[in-house]
T-cell receptor, first 112, second 112 residues
Framework: EAQVTQNPRYLITVTGKKLTVTCSQNMNHEYMSWYRQDPGLGLRQIYYSMNVEVTDKGDVPEGYKVSRKEKRNFPLILESPSPNQTSLYFCASKRDFTDTQYFGPGTRLTVL | DQQVKQNSPSLSVQEGRISILNCDYT??????FLWYKKYPAEGPTFLIS?????DKNEDGRFTVFLNKSAKHLSLHIVPSQPGDSAVYFCAASASGTYKYIFGTGTRLKVLA
């Protein structure tokens, strides 16, 4: 089944404790992206990747890192999480030169 | 600076009637627009898109209209069904970029 998976689905952590949210897709998509969803703000793009080893900043990259060492994986790294990073995070992927992004089920992160 | 705006946070419509969801944008570089639907506890799913070379695109019960001069697009759902109850996001992008700007979403409730 074609899908985007994220782990963990739920995470509660404390300020400053490094964490990684994994994202994996099995559709051989070139493009992957991370978004956060916050009430009243909709979905905002954090980082995106056009292909392996090619990444760029979205609208809200501060406090986040990403890497794209393999085509199927695009982890989101929070080196020193803060409470303002409490949010619902979505990973997405798509084929290059197409429109349809396929989204993962989301990761709800709470930073205390 | 909200480049893509959905000014109606919520909308209620009777089953069988038309639902009209609106979206405004400010950046004239945007030339591709998409609508996504999101159910609770799931990632957004692609619904329909439109390129700026068109002013209308249909897919079954869903039609998107684009008015470039007004920088406005709308999604029409006819007839509306209870299963259409969800949050709808519009998104915009510009050719040659890999960035997507989403609106804040409109929660549609279709009443049986």
């Amino acid at each position: 089944e074609a899908q985007v998976t994220q782990n963990p689905r739920y995470l509660i952590t404390v300020t400053g404790k490094k964490l990684t949210v994994t994202c994996s897709q099995n559709m051989n998509h070139e493009y992957m992206s991370w978004y956060r969803q916050d009430p009243g703000l909709g979905l905002r793009q954090i980082y995106y990747s056009m292909n392996v080893e090619v990444t760029d900043k979205g609208d809200v990259p501060e406090g986040y890192k990403v890497s794209r060492k393999e085509k199927r994986n695009f982890p989101l790294i929070l080196e020193s999480p803060s409470p303002n990073q409490t949010s619902l995070y979505f990973c997405a992927s798509k084929r290059d030169f197409t429109d349809t992004q396929y989204f993962g089920p989301g990761t709800r992160l709470t930073v205390l | 600076d909200q480049q893509v705006k959905q000014n109606s946070p919520s909308l209620s419509v009777q089953e069988g009637r038309i639902s009209i969801l609106n979206c405004d944008y400010t950046n004239s570089m945007f030339d591709y627009f998409l609508w996504y639907k999101k159910y609770p506890a799931e990632g957004p799913t692609f619904l329909i898109s439109i390129s700026s070379i068109k002013d209308k695109n249909e897919d079954g019960r869903f039609t998107v209209f684009l008015n470039k001069s007004a920088k406005h697009l709308s999604l029409h759902i006819v007839p509306s069904q209870p299963g259409d109850s969800a949050v709808y996001f519009c998104a915009a992008s510009a050719s040659g970029t890999y960035k997507y700007i989403f609106g804040t979403g409109t929660r549609l409730k279709v009443l049986a």
